[in-house]
């Protein structure tokens, strides 16, 4: 008759037994979250301004909604508009001719990083 050693069976039962009583109170305890709460009134809905229409040229003319402008100028202009009302900022909407030098494109998107614009889009052909 071969009989099984239960003393190794006891030994982990007593050791899981240990832990299980150390760590259920440390899971019982309360944890405060606080959740934002909602506000009674939402904010005001404003109208968006109307797009900014900036157009690269070939020969590296910049348009500011069909005007031409020399590039120095479209950093001021931006900042202007930033400054306007920075939270109801317009779209900034760059199209640029196929044959348009990258520099320059690369130059009016620093100036509208700079300027701190949030809203820039290209227009697609």
Known sequence: ???????????????????FMVTAPIASYPIEVNLPQQSTQPPPMSEPPPPIRLR??????VFWNDSPYPLSAI??????????D??????????????ADYGVLA????????A???????VQK
């Not at 008759?1 to 832990?19: A, G, K, R």
Request: charged letters at 25%; hydrophobic letters at 45%; a negative charge.
């Open 116 to 122: 701190d614009m949030k809203k820039i889009g290209f």
């Open 56 to 61: 690269i040229g070939a020969s590296g003319e």
């Open 107 to 114: 130059k009016v998107l620093a100036l509208a990083k700079n």
């Open 1 to 19: 008759m071969s009989d099984i050693n239960v003393t190794p069976l006891v030994d982990v039962l007593l050791v899981l037994l240990i832990i």
């Open 75 to 84: 950093g001021n202009m931006m900042r202007s508009e930033v400054e306007r």
């Open 86 to 99: 920075p939270t109801n900022q317009p779209q900034l909407e760059i199209d640029t001719n196929d044959d």
